[in-house]
């Protein structure tokens, strides 16, 4: 499942989803990296 986290206050990475964290963080791999970080929440189009 492809999903999107942030690193830092300004950095974004979209990969694959390869596992979650006790403290609510997730964990994507792109290409050989796995990167740290909390999910982007999704918002509601009104």
Same mark, same amino acid.
């Given at each position: 499942? $492809?999903?999107?986290?942030?690193?830092?206050?300004?950095?974004?990475?979209?990969?694959? $989803?390869?596992?979650?964290?006790?403290?609510?963080?997730?964990?994507?791999?792109?290409?050989?990296?796995?990167?740290?970080?909390?999910?982007?929440?999704?918002?509601? $189009?009104?």
């Amino acid at each position: 499942m $492809l999903r999107t986290i942030t690193v830092g206050s300004c950095v974004s990475i979209q990969g694959l $989803l390869v596992g979650q964290m006790a403290d609510g963080k997730i964990m994507v791999k792109v290409d050989e990296r796995t990167f740290v970080g909390y999910p982007v929440t999704k918002t509601k $189009l009104v």
